[in-house]
């Protein structure tokens, strides 16, 4: 075959992708917009309430990096795997119970992982409880124009409260971008290792369309398959979400086509040049759908499996397939991992946390296996659940164990005033000093 017929045959076929694409995106809700004017470029029930799945974690990354410009916390600091993060369902890095891992590592495990559980690590550390993080989401939401969004979890783990919309994803990923540009290079992050394990990014987009560089899907079996993406040609960065596609394919085919019929798109007077959160209508939905026959009438184990299932779209086996899905996504190509893991520094007291004593100084973490696990295993049978979720030493709140010290206090106060001390009844007797010495080189 010629070269132009080799052209118009690959043509003819993109054209066909994007077709169908859009089709389909028309049942569910979608926006693109050019980042740097904010100007929304199509949109199709864009402010629709939806459930974000794991697009929640663009709102707890936007909170955690108003807290390190704040200066509350920082990116080295150290933070715990509490009871509560241990608990939380897949996708999960899944470290034992005291566990530390800077704020740093925690961060590319979100993005990457989409873990779970170092969601909730990150909430607890930040705020000292996932509570107080979920109000924060939802002040900094408000404060970004975010008219269909509430909060209750930092991770998006089904909760019906949780919803939020395509425009109010398009909003917070323009925030990230626009406020903090120094993260930029976090969401281009293909793979992690810690210890013997490698981890890929769900998002696909990152290393087979051109000119990826973020940012982040979600999937629940009520949600759908959402995206966030943004992505740059010629320097123009384009961000586009679809919510709810029926599969990771279907979700990734409908991002390309959305970018793909944009780029050359400069608005044509079909919105005006208002701020995002100023430019399209309030929806006539008054509450998300439940996508659960359409998402997971072919999966099993339903929302608790969530979130683990994106990895369908990046197995290695699944690229001949994928690539004859979408011409226009290239071949596969993953860059080497980046490093994280447990906390390794010195040893040092954790950051105080508010309202709540400073814990105790913890041992340096290893990255074996048997290592984590032999840590983690001491370090949970001194951690007690609060109420509100709190990892604390369960000594701080053991009464019997503070009732002990106390006694040992007033023995040693009244020895010291030269007092008689009976010993207390529940005491155990001294040990008989051993007849042979000799056997006990300790005594």
Known sequence: MGMFARAAATGFVACLVLGLARETAAANPTIVVDAASGKVLEAHDATRPWYPASLSKLMTLYTVFKALKDGRVDGGMPIAISPRAARQAPSRMGYPVGTMITIDDALKMLVVHSANDIAVALAEGVSGSV???????????????????????????????????????????????????????????????????????????VYRYPGTDGMKT???CAAGFNVVATATRNGRKLITVVMGAPTPKERTNQAVALFESNYDNQGGGLFTSAPLAAQLPASA????????????????????????????????????????????????????????GPYVGPRRPLFKLPNTPILADLPARSTTKQARAKAGAETAAGYAETSKGMAMPSQLTDPKLNKGRKNLKKLATEKTAGKKVKPAAHAKPPAKPSRHKKHHPDS
């Open 285 to 340: 939905y008054a509450a998300a759908p439940d996508m659960r026959d359409i998402a997971c009438n072919r999966k099993r184990g339903g929302d608790a499996a969530a979130e683990s299932e994106d990895t369908a779209e990046v197995l290695p086996g699944k690229a001949q397939e994928a690539s004859a899905a979408s011409p226009l996504l290239t071949s596969w190509t993953v860059a080497p991992p980046v490093e994280v």
């Open 131 to 205: 509570d107080n993080f979920a109000a924060e989401m939802n002040a900094n939401a408000k404060a970004l124009g975010m008219a269909q969004s509430y909060w209750v979890n930092p991770n998006g783990l089904p909760d019906p409260r949780q919803v939020t919309s395509a425009r109010d994803m398009a909003l917070v990923a323009d925030a990230i971008i626009t406020q903090f540009p120094q993260y930029d290079q976090l969401f281009r992050i293909q793979t992690i290792r810690s210890g013997d394990s490698v981890l890929r990014t769900h998002n696909a987009l």
């Open 218 to 220: 979600g999937f629940t």
